[in-house]
């Protein structure tokens, strides 16, 4: 599992997936989160704008992802 450290309260799903280099682009982070191909704490997810916080776990293509506060 790998951390992600965040320095605010939250941040956007889509914009996580690109911060961790999981997506190139924000428009291809839309497209796999809309294609169900990303789960926010075990149960997939289709909100790009889905506010993930410390604690959550995301996982995409066998990488997963715990977010924790900096």
Known sequence: MERIDITTE???LDAL???AALA????EAKLLIQEG???VNGE???MRGKKIRPG???AFEG???EI???
């Open 10 to 12: 939250f941040i956007r």
């Open 17 to 19: 997936l690109k911060f």
């Open 24 to 27: 190139a682009t924000g428009g």
């Open 37 to 39: 191909l990303v789960s």
């Open 44 to 46: 997939v997810c289709t």
């Open 56 to 58: 959550d776990k995301v």
């Open 63 to 65: 990488r997963e992802l």
């Open 68 to 70: 924790e506060s900096a």
